[in-house]
């Protein structure tokens, strides 16, 4: 069993950032993928990025790339979302999920998540 626990989302103004962090407890995220997704109101929950958990190799959604950028940190079992240039339709409640362990499917895919984390709001004002 994993536990996710995301910290670091707030209120921003277009154009600044912040920085997500998931952290895990119960098992080591060395052997899992690790993905963020978010969901606006009304939306359905769509994919943002992903680390595999060899060679840490990331996919971002195309809305979100060259602004996001995903990293892990396996000895502290963290993953972390870095944001920057945010704008408003980045306003969502960001989750950190887990996929694995040794998982090898396609990463954009929330039905190949196992453990997810409650999640934290994101919500950038114009």
């Known amino acids: 069993q994993v536990q996710l626990v995301e910290s670091g989302g707030g209120l921003v103004q277009a154009g600044g950032s912040l920085r997500l962090s998931c952290a895990a407890s119960?098992?080591?995220?060395?052997?899992?993928?690790m993905g963020w997704f978010r969901q606006a109101p009304g939306k359905e929950r769509e994919f943002v990025a992903a680390?595999?958990?060899?060679?840490?190799?990331?996919n971002y959604a195309e809305s979100i790339k060259g602004r996001f950028s995903i990293s892990r940190d396996d000895p502290k079992n963290t993953v972390y979302l870095q944001m920057s240039t945010l704008k408003p339709e980045d306003t969502a409640v960001y989750h950190c999920?887990?996929?694995?362990?040794?998982?090898?499917?396609?990463?954009?895919?929330?039905?190949?998540?196992?453990?997810w984390g409650q999640g934290t709001q994101v919500t950038v004002s114009s």
């Open positions: 999920a887990a996929a694995g362990p040794y998982y090898s499917g396609a990463y954009y895919r929330a039905s190949d998540y196992k453990y």
């Open positions: 119960g098992r080591t995220l060395s052997t899992y993928t």
């Open positions: 680390i595999s958990w060899s060679l840490g190799r990331t």
